[in-house]
């Protein structure tokens, strides 16, 4: 028993010395987490403001994508880190709250990354400087708002402002002028006054943007009604129809079959003579019930079964004048209704006058690039709009989407909340001031937890100045003059000036929604690192 005594413990020092060993794990997956994070902030950085780099992004087929839209370059990018893939998930979760502040959000991340991982050197614990943050934040969206001025959504001159401040940052920005007037037409179109609210509802999913290859982003227009991005089927049929009838269907107009493979043996002409006899009794049934409902403009889901539409169908159409669009997606299916006023028809026997809708103009436009259907002045139809984005090839047409995307978020959150802030910077800057003089009074760790917050948030600023091409340390110097002030609480970064100026008197302006969501999301994703201290791989 004696002997055994000693290897016991052995063992437990062994055991303790293990444990000792263990304790530099948490901080060096800490430290792991917050490079690889500030890496994806740092390869979007200069993407930022009105003078932001654009990114070239080759996809595996050889596909090319140029933008400066941070969600975009986030969601292309290969990321393999654990922790690199929260920010892309940050700037995703913004591009879904907001629309707007992709590159801002992701931005501000990296620099309380950057902040944290001073404080985590001057040995602070991790969960001090999480509730410090989170303290920092909560008096950073109090002066974000005191700053923000009310919108009355009628006022179109305000939303303008809003839509133009978001399109000057994007590849695009030249045709602001062009891009933001559809945007607030399309946003106000859609929009429903919340009753006894404040604000408004708005769906994105009722604008509905169709690329077309061809012109220049000047051609770009602004639809009431409905767009249908190809031609119709007809050989000789119409093209042009007023005071139309619509109808909506849901079944094929072509030789029905059966769900499984079959084979048809046919032994004699006599037979075969007698199918195709059937076949075209068939059609010809569909047809006449068509014509009997007045019906002269036919729009058909896409089937994935069979043909939707036969030759001989397109043939007796043609006969009887109907124009046919075929292969309706069956995702588009609900905005076309909404459009129209119309229900789809499931059946033939529900093919009847009451269900068919009046259009004021169906025509179908001929382009050197392919033709596409348009149809205008629908007496029963929802709140939707389209529009239809043109441009000189594939990259510029995607991107000129993407922007008025970007332009349509920013308006619709002025719609949710109607406030706006001036830009170029000057929220965060005020912000900044504001931490800085609480941070004196602040005790313990909060002192340097605020004070890192607000040196974190000039990352903004600084970043506008540098992409510029200004001294990033003489403008934020001068800023944070401005602020500490406080005669210009609207006092930005004027890239366009190369100084310090009134943003307000700029009209540059961005919803208070993308400036108090970017800081609150930046925020949550730092701490939810900040808390992580070990990363385990699961058994396949």
């Known amino acids: 028993m004696n ?13 303790n010395s293990a444990v000792y060993k263990d304790k530099s794990k948490p901080t060096d997956i800490r430290l792991s987490n917050i490079n690889a994070a500030k890496a994806v902030s740092d390869a979007i950085r200069t993407s930022l403001g009105p003078r932001g780099m654009d990114k070239m992004i080759q996809a595996a087929n050889g596909e090319v994508t140029i933008t400066n839209d941070g969600a975009t370059i986030l969601k292309q990018m290969c990321v393999i880190h654990p922790a690199a893939k929260m920010l892309v998930e940050l700037s995703r979760a913004q591009d879904i709250e907001a629309g707007d502040g992709t590159t801002s959000v992701v931005v501000i991340a990296g620099a309380l990354l950057d902040a944290a991982e001073k404080l985590l050197q001057k040995g602070i614990h991790p969960t001090v400087i999480s509730d410090g943050f989170q303290k920092a934040l909560k008096m950073a969206l109090q002066v974000v708002e005191s700053m923000s001025t009310p919108v009355d959504l009628s006022n179109e001159d305000a939303l303008l402002k809003a839509a133009a401040t978001s399109l000057n ?14 945007a607030v037409q399309a ?25 077309r290859i061809g012109g220049t982003v000047e051609d ?4 009431q009604g409905l767009v249908i991005a190809h031609r119709s089927a007809n050989v000789n049929g119409p093209h042009r129809i007023e005071k139309a009838k619509v109808g909506l269907i849901q079944f094929c107009i072509s030789p029905p079959k059966t769900d499984m493979d079959h084979n048809v043996i046919v032994s004699d002409y006599a037979a075969m003579d007698r199918v195709l006899k059937e076949e075209r009794q068939y059609i010809l049934n569909i047809v006449k019930q068509i014509k009997k409902a007045g019906c002269n403009v036919l729009l058909v889901q896409k089937s994935i079964l069979r043909d939707a539409l036969s030759d001989l169908a397109v043939h007796f159409l043609d006969k009887i004048k109907t124009m046919v669009i075929k292969d309706i997606e069956r995702e588009d299916i609900e905005f076309v209704c909404k459009t129209l006023g119309c229900r789809p028809i499931a059946s033939l026997d529900h093919f009847t006058a009451e269900n068919l809708v009046n259009v004021d103009l169906v025509e179908e436009i001929n382009e050197p690039l392919g033709k596409y259907i348009k149809m205008t002045g629908c007496s029963n139809g929802g709140r939707t709009v389209s529009v239809v984005v043109r441009g000189t090839s594939g990259a510029v047409t995607a991107e000129a989407a993407r922007s008025l995307h970007d332009a349509l978020c920013a308006v619709r959150c002025v719609a949710r909340r109607p406030a706006l802030l001036p ?12 931490l800085t003089r609480a941070a004196l009074a602040a005790p313990g760790a909060d002192h340097y937890c605020l004070r890192a917050y607000a040196d974190a948030l000039e990352v903004i600023p600084s970043t506008l100045a540098e992409n510029a091409g200004l001294n990033p340390i003489e403008t934020v110097t001068e800023l944070r003059a401005a602020h500490a002030t406080g005669s210009a609480s609207g006092a930005g970064v004027n890239v366009r000036r190369g100084r310090v100026t009134d943003m307000r008197h700029e009209h540059v302006l961005q919803p208070l929604h993308v400036t108090a969501s970017a800081l609150a999301l930046a925020t949550e994703t730092v701490r939810a690192i900040l808390k992580i201290d070990d990363i385990i791989n699961t058994i396949n």
């Open 3 to 15: 002997k055994m005594a000693p290897k016991a413990g052995g063992d437990s020092a062994k055991v």
């Open 423 to 434: 830009g170029g910077g000057a929220p965060e800057a005020a912000a900044a001031a504001e």
């Open 169 to 182: 940052s994007k590849v695009v920005s030249q045709h602001s002028t062009i891009l933001a007037p559809i």
């Open 187 to 211: 946003i106000r179109s859609v929009m429903e006054p919340i009753p006894g609210g404040v604000g408004a509802r708005v769906d994105l999913r009722d604008v509905k943007v169709i690329e």
């Open 220 to 223: 770009t227009e602004l639809v």
